[in-house]
């Protein structure tokens, strides 16, 4: 009840004509975002960061979430007409959808997706309201070695899923380790890895490191290997469902957010592999399994569905532990500590308004981009022919400003473009970006966490193990690690197919599940 309540006074905030404002402008941003290939709703906001100095953290928040779930919208958009995923949680909407827009249906497809994401941004939403304040209240009693725990898992769980294997998972999450390092000790007041430079002293600001491994990076990247090339564009009447495609979805709908919410929630990488396994769930429930591949609806409805529940998820983890399990979350998590705002147990009490307010302007984003993303599909498919030369050249402008921004030092500019090389190399790599800003957020509080745990136990490795939170959290740890082995004994003990099939048999999974996506594409790199 007492959610219910402060939910109440969150829209009470939500709905001021200021905030209103700032969550249309939100989800305007991230619809159009979201439409333009490579760019994600995570390098809109980290682009936005240093926009939003000069805001209210409350107006900004809302504005950054209506760009989170408009940028989830608006990658559907492209996936269906163009076979074009604007962002990463799209991809297995161009497995069906963009089959249904060649054969006369994008209409039936967008309008499944847009009533998905509209049904799965819903529940989730609630299931956050529900659930986010008992998690908070419970983290309260959680100690030092609890949450070096938690984010030793959020380190190991990300870089397991991300990227094309776990060596480069980790390869990338001690790239974002090394870059938190750099600056004073906060204990010792000790200078590390900033080679005699005082502009280093203070380290690398969270948002030069988001701009330039997420929007330098991504811009070089796609500027050296795509050519100018805006691909045809396809008609797209009213989107509409008859009887028969409302049959075939509104179980698919119901069922991604069960699947989405709780990935969302934990660190395992965001909505790619809960869209994926919903796709997987519809294609073995359905009684249309032979249209699958060739534009089954229920193959757009459940990930879309899956994918904005997830957004939901994430924020759960986010606000109550201070975790992000996405980009977009981490990138958010910078602005929080841009505000001098630390997300935890305690921000559900410190920051009721902000929090609340957060919370009710999702119902409201929701809703607006229900009501503009319909509509307003023709004009979305037309932002992808804005020149690449210009769309580039402008990201990396702004980016520089942005940078420029921060600390008005132009060192930040020179740090930003080393960044983005390094973001560039990444890409070449197939190093999966997630874990390096990961590591960079909570790389310096991990360690924080680790010496108190140790003070605590006055140096005795066993302070990290003595809680059965902790050691739970560490049997969850080690399961992860070994599963894979445990996979490959488990069938051969069983009689069943042996290690060698079951791994072609992933591969082929894999190939299929990318929708024959090159290394180029962001959810294959896992960005």
């Known amino acids: 009840m007492d959610s219910v309540n402060s939910l109440i006074d969150g829209f009470g905030t939500a709905l001021t004509p200021l905030n209103l404002l700032w969550a249309a402008v939100g989800v305007l941003l991230g619809t159009a975002i979201g439409v333009l290939p490579g760019i994600g709703p995570a390098m809109a906001v980290a682009l936005l960061l240093p926009v939003t100095y000069g805001l209210d953290p409350t107006a900004a928040f809302i504005m950054f979430a209506g760009i989170y779930y408009g940028g989830m919208f608006g990658g559907s958009t492209t996936s269906i007409l163009l076979n074009t995923p604007g962002e990463s949680a799209a991809v297995i909407a161009a497995i069906e959808g963009n089959p249904m827009a060649k054969a006369g249906r994008g209409s039936q497809a967008l309008a499944a997706a847009a009533v998905g994401h509209f049904a799965g941004g819903m529940i989730g939403t609630v299931l956050l309201v529900l659930l986010a304040p008992t998690v908070a209240s419970l983290a309260v009693d959680i100690g030092a070695p609890d949450y070096f725990a938690i984010m030793v898992l959020a380190f190991i769980a990300v870089t397991s899923v991300l990227g094309s294997s776990r060596v480069r998972g980790f390869a990338s999450l001690l790239i974002g380790l090394t870059?938190?390092?750099?600056?004073?000790?906060?204990?010792?007041?000790?200078?590390?890895?900033?080679?005699?430079?005082?502009?280093?002293s203070d380290g690398i600001d969270v948002v030069i490191v988001a701009v330039g491994l997420f929007a330098i990076g991504e811009a070089l990247w796609v500027a050296a290997h795509l050519r100018r090339d805006p691909g045809p564009s396809l008609p797209v009447g009213r989107p509409w469902l008859g009887r028969d495609e409302l049959r075939r979805?509104?179980?698919?709908?119901?069922?991604?957010?069960?699947?989405?919410?709780?990935?969302?929630a934990i660190p395992a990488g965001g909505a790619e592999i809960p869209t994926f396994l919903s796709y997987i769930t519809e294609k073995r429930l359905s009684k249309h399994r032979k249209e699958f591949g060739k534009g089954a609806v229920e193959g757009v409805a459940g990930p879309e569905s899956a994918a904005s529940a997830s957004a939901a998820g994430t924020l759960v983890s986010m606000l109550t532990l201070g975790l992000p399990t996405t980009a977009v979350a981490a990138v958010m998590l910078a602005a929080f500590q841009q505000y001098g705002i630390q997300p935890g147990p305690l921000l559900f009490e410190r920051e009721p308004e902000l929090v609340w307010g957060l919370i009710a302007s999702l119902f409201i984003g929701m809703a607006m981009l229900l009501v503009l993303n319909l509509p307003l599909a023709p004009v979305w498919s037309k932002l992808l022919r804005v020149p690449r030369p210009y769309l580039y050249a402008g990201i990396l402008f702004f980016a520089a400003v942005g940078a420029y921004a921060v600390g008005g030092q132009a060192v930040d500019v020179v740090i930003l473009l080393v960044i983005g090389l390094l973001g560039v190399l990444m890409r070449r790599y197939g190093l999966p970006v997630l874990p390096a800003i990961i590591g960079v957020i909570l790389g310096p509080n991990a360690e924080q966490q680790l010496r108190r745990a140790l003070q605590i136990s006055d140096g005795s490795v066993t302070g990290l193990v003595d809680t059965p939170f902790s050691v739970t959290v560490y049997a969850v740890i080690a399961t992860v690690l070994l599963w894979p082995l445990l996979k490959r004994l488990l069938p051969?003990?069983?009689?069943?197919?042996?290690?060698?099939?079951?791994a072609d048999g992933e591969r082929a999974t894999s190939a299929d599940g990318t929708g024959g996506k090159s290394e180029q594409d962001?959810?294959?790199?896992g960005d």
Not at 522 to 525: E, K
């Open 179 to 200: 870059l938190g390092l750099v600056g004073l000790d906060q204990m010792t007041g000790q200078q590390r890895l900033t080679f005699g430079s005082l502009q280093l």
């Open 522 to 525: 962001p959810a294959v790199r």
């Open 249 to 264: 979805t509104w179980k698919p709908w119901l069922r991604g957010p069960l699947i989405g919410f709780p990935f969302g």
């Open 492 to 502: 051969a003990r069983r009689g069943g197919p042996a290690p060698s099939a079951v």
